[in-house]
C-alpha cells in the first residue's frame, strides 16, 4: 500500500531531551516535507526537501532540523525542544515535477514538557 | 509574500444544501490552488487543484472549485451536502517554480442532519 509513515505517533518529551520522529514513504517520490500544525495558525511548513541531500527552509525552521540521506526517509529532529514546539506534526511528500498534489503521514502529536 | 486567507473559522450548512467553503490568496506570479480535507486524528487528504485551465475544477466526493483570478479565489463548493462531509478543511497555495506551500487556517464544516 502506496504510504507515508510517521513514528512515533504520540510522544511526550522534557525540556532539552534531543528527539528525532521519522517518516518514511514507500512511493519514490522526490519531494518531501514537514509540517506542524497548531489550533487558529493552520498548517506551517517547516522545511522541505526537493530530492536526496537538497533540502531548505519553510516558512518556521527555528528550533528544527532534517536531513535527507535517502529519498524515502526524512527525519525531523529537535536538538533541544522547548514547550512552545508542542504540536502535531505531519510529513507529506510528492512524486516531483509535474505532480502537484502532496500525500500527507498521519501525524506525530509531541508534547514538550 | 505568499499568503492565504479562509474568512470563516467553522460554516454549518443543512444536509442536502449546497455549501460553499471561501478562500483567498496571494502570490507572486502564477498560483497553484489546493484544498484538502482532514477528518478527526486523521492525516490531510487532498481533494482537489487547480493548475492551469479551466477555472471550474472538480475533485473527489462530488467537491468542485473555481479559480477567481481577479478576486484571487478559490472557492470550494458542493451541490448537496453530506453529513459525512462534516470535516476541516484547508486551502493551499503554491506559486510556480517555487517549492513552498502556504496553508490557511483551515474551516470546519459542519453538516447537519
Known amino acids: 500500500e502506496a504510504q507515508v509513515t510517521q513514528n512515533p505517533r504520540y510522544l511526550i518529551t522534557v525540556t532539552g531531551k534531543k528527539l528525532t520522529v521519522t517518516c518514511s514513504q514507500n512511493?519514490?517520490?522526490?519531494?518531501m516535507s514537514w509540517y506542524r500544525q497548531d489550533p487558529g495558525l493552520g498548517l506551517r511548513q517547516i522545511y522541505y526537501s526537493m530530492n536526496v541531500e537538497a533540502t531548505d527552509k519553510g516558512d518556521v525552521p527555528e528550533g528544527y532540523k532534517v536531513s535527507r540521506k535517502e529519498k524515502r526517509n526524512f527525519p525531523l529532529i529537535l536538538e533541544s525542544p522547548s514547550p512552545n514546539q508542542t504540536s502535531l506534526y505531519f510529513c507529506a511528500s510528492r512524486k516531483g515535477t509535474g505532480a502537484y498534489e502532496q500525500y500527507f503521514g498521519p501525524g506525530t502529536r509531541l508534547t514538550v514538557t | 509574500a505568499q499568503s492565504v486567507a479562509q474568512p470563516e473559522d467553522q460554516v454549518n450548512v443543512a444536509e442536502g444544501n449546497p455549501l460553499t467553503v471561501k478562500c483567498t490568496y496571494s502570490v507572486s506570479g502564477n498560483p497553484y490552488l489546493f484544498w484538502y480535507v482532514q477528518y478527526p486524528n486523521r492525516g490531510l487528504q487532498f481533494l482537489l487543484k487547480y493548475i492551469t485551465g479551466d477555472n471550474l475544477v472538480k475533485g473527489s466526493y462530488g467537491f468542485e472549485a473555481e479559480f477567481n483570478k481577479s478576486q484571487t479565489s478559490f472557492h470550494l463548493k458542493k451541490p448537496s451536502a453530506l453529513v459525512s462531509d462534516s470535516a476541516l478543511y484547508f486551502c493551499?497555495?503554491?506559486?510556480?517554480?517555487?517549492?513552498?506551500?502556504?496553508f490557511g487556517t483551515g474551516t470546519r464544516l459542519k453538516v447537519l442532519a
Open positions: 512511493m519514490n517520490h522526490e519531494y
Open positions: 493551499a497555495v503554491r506559486a510556480a517554480g517555487t517549492y513552498k506551500y502556504i
